[in-house]
């Protein structure tokens, strides 16, 4: 079982269109974070969020921290083919006993923008 | 200033056999972070090193070890290696330890191959 529910998996949409994409958690993250990868490379991170209701703009992409620190949303406005990529959440936790901070990443979720 | 470099891009080994694999950071960083990424369990949390320390470590049987050196440069070293474990193997390294705490910077990942 994930720690990190993505949702959707797979979305396959056309230039021009709205998408979201979810990320939930039942636990409680310090911090959350959007990465983007695509074929051949690393994750590049997008964004970090630390405070709950905590809403961030990149350009087309909006990014929103829950209430609770345990959801996030990524919404993408009139998606380019540029968007296509694999876009993973990542929550920040406390681990031995405070002692450190892991990262625990969601499963992703594959985006197509068809032109 | 450079990327993250990981060396070999691509491996194919044998059941059996063991692997090590290097990373260099961006020049500064001191924190290095390993993962492993499959299509059926995503991007899963290796270990973090940082000034030659490990610092946390994922759930990962002991095959699969680490060290960092003093000029931050990090090698793992999965030994006996198993079908399982064809993954693309990550390396990000970060400015300050403890993950999420900073930007992390991935490299373009080891592809290994096990037959």
């Known amino acids: 079982t994930q720690l990190l529910e993505q949702s959707p998996q797979f979305l396959s949409i056309q230039e021009g269109e709205n998408l979201t994409v979810y990320c939930n958690s039942s636990?409680?993250?310090?911090?959350l974070q959007w990465y983007r990868q695509e074929p051949g490379e690393g994750p590049v991170l997008l964004v970090t969020v630390v405070t709950g209701g905590e809403v961030k703009k990149l350009k087309r992409l909006t990014f929103q921290f829950g209430d609770a620190r345990k959801d996030s949303s990524l919404h993408i406005t009139a998606a380019q083919t540029g968007d296509t990529g694999l876009y993973l959440c990542?929550?920040?936790?406390?681990?031995?006993?405070?002692?450190?901070?892991?990262?625990?990443f969601g499963s992703g979720t594959q985006l197509t923008v068809l032109p | 200033k450079a990327g993250v470099t990981q060396t070999p891009r691509y491996l194919i080994k044998t059941r059996g056999q063991q692997v090590t694999l290097s990373c260099s950071p961006i020049s500064g960083h001191r924190s290095v972070s390993w993962y492993q990424q499959t299509p059926g369990q995503g991007l899963q949390f290796l270990f973090e090193y940082f000034s030659e320390t490990q610092r946390n470590k994922g759930n990962f049987p002991g095959r699969f070890s680490g060290r960092q050196f003093s000029n931050s440069r990090s090698e793992m070293n999965v030994s006996t290696l198993e079908l399982g474990d064809s993954a693309l193997y990550l390396c990000?390294?970060?400015?300050?330890?403890?993950?999420?705490?900073?930007?992390?910077?991935f490299g373009p990942g080891t592809r290994l191959t096990v037959t």
């Open positions: 990000a390294s970060s400015f300050t330890a403890g993950q999420g705490a900073s930007e992390q910077y």
């Open positions: 636990s409680v993250f310090s911090s």
């Open positions: 990542a929550g920040a936790l406390w681990v031995s006993s405070g002692s450190a901070r892991q990262l625990t």
